[in-house]
């Protein structure tokens, strides 16, 4: 008996063991087409400049078609061996293995920060955990998805393509969706130089924000979209988020005054 109960103990550790080793795919493998693969790299506007992260390479047609076609360097990182190598041998089939480069990795665990493209074609709750990593990138890092979206994070662009080839699901559609990373300027920012005694206090939600200033006459609102690091506004401002600073770069009506006004992030909850 005590046998029997030491045997089924060490049964049930190799049992562990074995399942910790495997791989655990939180997606399962369903190739991009062609013709979305292509739809995803021309709406991110890859260039050769790019260096290119596909969450999920499957067979690494992505990245592949990223260096072959659009000159851009990129890494895929996928989580099944078997995909990795089928992935390296078909980069370098290719004439392109210098430029995609193929890692078994958990996407969930992937350093992004080297991308200014991320690519995906995951499922909605995976896109929405990796959605706080993304917002945190590079403000003009462009983020692709093949059919799903990032909940309230709304996408800047979509299309929908006819996909008569696609292995899933009984509409043979694609839609692809295009985030531009916005810079993070929520907050109160404090005028600096010749602007001290003005402030902004700026609100964002993703891609859109509302910011109050105030001067010693007054506070007046404006609101408007960040496009990569340019806050834009139709009531005639237009700031530019540096890496510390705001600066208005653009004024006109009655923000004329503000040209050139430069804001250095709030110490503390104000800007005395
Ligand atoms: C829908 S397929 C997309 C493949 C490729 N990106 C494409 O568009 O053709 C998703 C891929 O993600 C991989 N995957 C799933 N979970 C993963 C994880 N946690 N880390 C890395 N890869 C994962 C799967 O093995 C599969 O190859």
């Given at each position: 008996m005590q046998l029997r109960a030491r045997l089924a103990g060490a049964c049930a550790a190799l049992l562990a063991a074995t399942c910790a080793a495997a791989p655990v795919e939180d997606v399962p493998f369903v190739t991009t087409p062609d013709n979305v693969t292509l739809a995803m790299l021309?709406?991110?506007k890859v260039t050769p400049d790019d260096y290119v992260i596909d969450l999920g390479s499957g067979d690494g047609r992505i990245v592949i078609t990223a260096a072959k076609r659009f000159g851009?360097?990129?890494?895929?990182?996928?989580?099944?061996?078997?995909l990795v190598e089928r992935s390296r041998a078909a980069a370098a089939q290719m004439g392109v293995g210098s430029r995609a480069h193929f890692r078994e990795q958990d996407l969930l665990k992937t350093d992004l920060s080297p991308a200014n493209v991320i690519t995906m074609y995951l499922l909605p709750d995976v896109n929405l955990q990796l959605r706080p990593r993304l917002l945190q990138l590079r403000p003009g890092t462009r983020v692709v998805s093949h059919d799903w979206d990032m909940g309230d994070w709304e996408p800047d662009k979509t299309v929908t393509l006819d996909v008569p080839d696609k292995p899933v699901g009984l509409e043979k559609k694609s839609k692809v969706h295009l985030w531009i990373v916005p810079a993070r300027v929520e907050g109160l920012w404090c005028g600096v130089g010749k602007w001290k005694g003005k402030q902004l206090a700026v609100a964002q939600s993703y891609q859109k924000f509302r910011a109050e200033l105030t001067e010693a006459?007054?506070?007046?609102?404006?609101?408007?979209?960040?496009?990569?690091?340019?806050?834009?506004?139709?009531?005639?401002?237009?700031?530019?988020?540096?890496?510390t600073s705001l600066k208005a770069t653009y004024t006109s009506g009655k923000y004329s005054a503000l040209r050139n006004a430069t804001f250095a992030r709030a110490r503390g909850t104000n800007c005395k």
């Open positions: 021309t709406i991110a851009a360097r990129g890494l895929g990182v996928e989580i099944v061996p078997e006459d007054g506070t007046r609102g404006f609101e408007g979209k960040v496009e990569s690091n340019i806050m834009r506004s139709k009531a005639g401002v237009t700031i530019t988020a540096e890496s």
